[in-house]
């Protein structure tokens, strides 16, 4: 049997085109009634559909006065489904979506039906990444530091963090892009140490490199990125914090580096407001928490104008993020 792949990214549909395609499902919403054109009520739902683009688009499913059936059909429909659509990309309140009308039934697709991945590649070579990581670990003066970080990046971990996505998605929701968030965020830093040499460059790069570790488990890995249940509960500042703390007891570290690398790693959020338990404290934390929100912020402002260029001859379109026009040319 002939696998069914991918035909047309999320990021590149517009208005009018026909659908025949496979999406991962993000999130369902629960089924509501409409009023039926030829008479009386029908029943619709609603699914949030993503794919390797990184993007989400709305499909909404209209289906007859049937009601047991439409709903026969929702419940088919579980977490991580990959789906093959048949319908027609419109417009609504500015946004596009995905609308199909019975008969136009939807199918969930077996893992032996398709072929296709849903989380985008990695936007650089890995294993450089990774070499460079090790490089910056082992210019760390502290030999006891240095040998702290590189027992946890040369353990256990070491494969997943090459690997794992920076965020679920807005900026580094691809495969590698923690690591390569993790980098861009010591460059910054040691800018920052040029400029300001009275700053703490081993505490610094070691914050820099642990500061998202957390993620590790905030995030999973199916057809698609999501939050873990430990991801929702707790997040990754908490469980960051819970990981570095049980690595600190067992190094040989002395117990004022132990709490400013903890200080780093929980006030690296910048503010309360943010989700941070304690705001920084001492320069090292500034500078962290602006070399993180320049590297997550420039990452997403610059993905938004490279897909949207592709997409439109406009000079200028709205981001809803920002709530305001970005410049494309």
């Known amino acids: ?27 369902k919403k629960s089924l509501s009634s409409y009023r039926h054109r030829e008479g009386g009520e029908g029943y619709f739902f609603t699914l949030t559909l993503s794919d390797s683009s990184g993007k989400n688009i709305e499909y909404k499913y209209w289906g007859g006065r049937d009601e047991e059936k439409v709903k026969e059909t929702f ?17 609504y309140k500015e946004r596009l979506e995905i609308h199909s009308n019975e008969p136009n039934i939807l199918r969930i697709l077996a893992p032996e039906e398709y072929e296709a991945e849903f989380i985008m590649a990695a936007k650089k070579d890995i294993e450089q990444m990774y070499s460079n990581l090790l490089l910056k670990i082992n210019s760390i003066q502290n030999d006891s530091l240095k040998r702290f ?83 929702h509960l707790l997040g990754h500042l908490t469980m ?27 006030s690296n959020h910048g503010k309360l407001e943010f989700g941070s338990p304690k705001e920084p404290m001492i320069p090292e934390a500034i500078v962290l928490y602006y070399a993180d929100e320049l590297s997550s912020k420039l990452s997403e ?6 897909e949207n260029r592709e997409i439109t001859d406009e000079d200028f379109v709205f981001n809803y993020r920002k709530k305001g026009n970005i410049f494309l040319k």
């Open 75 to 91: 419940a088919l429909i579980k977490s991580d489904s990959v789906i093959l659509i048949n319908g027609k990309v419109e417009t």
């Open 240 to 266: 960051g914090a819970i990981f570095l703390s049980e690595k600190l007891k067992e190094s040989e570290l002395d117990e004022l580096l132990k709490e400013k690398l903890l200080h780093l790693l929980i």
């Open 149 to 231: 970080l590189l027992d946890i990046f040369e353990g256990d971990l070491k494969e997943k963090f090459k690997k794992h996505p920076g965020a679920m998605m807005i900026h580094n929701n691809w495969v590698g892009g923690l690591l390569q968030h993790t980098l861009e965020i010591i460059e910054y830093c040691e800018t920052s140490i040029k400029l300001n040499p009275e700053l703490d460059r081993d505490l610094l790069l070691a914050g820099a490199t642990l500061h998202d570790i957390g993620k590790l488990e905030e995030l999973e890995i199916t057809s698609r990125i999501k939050f873990s249940r430990k991801g």
């Open 1 to 27: 049997m002939e696998k069914l792949t991918k035909k047309q990214l999320i990021n590149t549909l517009k208005q009018g085109d026909q659908i025949n395609d496979i999406f991962v499902l993000k999130n």
């Open 301 to 306: 402002i610059i993905e938004f104008i490279k």
